[in-house]
């Protein structure tokens, strides 16, 4: 499995776009790039997911470099509710292991 | 439409106890099994995880232990609790070949 390196921690404040970014050098060709989000006593929730390119969904875009070797996590216009822990996780599509990493935590301020 | 139950929300247990924390899934068949703890401002650690009834894949070694008596059914287990045991544990599933997983509402767990 692919290791992901994201920054610990991000301030914001509400209504700015936040960009979060994930290295991860040793992606496989067959790995997909996940990104998860987690709120305080409460389980990770999907947030998005993509393979190369651009992904974009009613939540976040997902920014993934020829290479592969890195991915850009964009929520537009955040607002406090969007503080909470923010996981990128990288692998096959296949079953097995689910690995994720320490996270970044977001913090939105008023 | 599928769902995850997970009990017990919260357990205080004393040391040395034994601990059974159950997890089942409905709306599925054959699901990816996985149970996974979180200490307190840390990330979260994957423990067991299964891809069928009885197998079970171990990632850290420690007193813990997970079984699969039934397609949808998971059950985290310890004979005695250590203080180091305390944390947030999670259940998660997803389908097979997808990467999607979907949590629990999770177990808070506290060895006094």
């Known amino acids: 499995l692919a290791k992901t390196t994201q920054p610990i921690s991000m301030d914001s404040y509400e209504g700015q776009e936040v960009n979060i970014t994930c290295s991860h050098n040793n992606i496989a060709t067959n790995d997909y790039i996940t990104w998860y989000q987690q709120f305080p006593s409460q389980g990770p929730r999907f947030i998005i997911q993509?393979?190369?390119t651009k992904v974009t969904n009613e939540v976040a875009s997902l920014f993934i470099p020829a290479d592969r070797k890195s991915s850009t996590l964009s929520l537009p216009r955040v607002s406090l509710s969007d503080t909470a822990v923010y996981y990128c996780l990288v692998g096959r599509n296949q079953g097995g292991k689910l690995i994720f990493g320490q996270g970044t935590e977001l913090s939105v301020k008023p | 439409s599928q769902t995850i139950h997970q009990w017990p929300a919260t357990l205080v247990q004393p040391v040395g106890s034994p601990l059974s924390l159950e997890c089942t899934v409905e709306?599925?068949?054959?699901?990816?099994l996985y149970w996974y703890r979180q200490a307190a401002g840390r990330g979260l650690q994957l423990l067991f995880y299964s891809v069928g009834i009885g197998q079970i894949s171990s990632e850290v070694p420690q007193n813990l232990s997970a079984s699969r008596p039934q397609d949808r059914q998971f059950i985290l287990s310890s004979k005695k609790l250590l203080l180091s045991d305390s944390g947030f544990y999670l259940c998660a599933w997803r389908r097979q070949g997808n990467t999607e997983a979907f949590f629990g509402q999770g177990t808070r767990l506290t060895v006094v």
């Open positions: 993509g393979y190369k």
């Open positions: 709306g599925t068949s054959n699901p990816n």
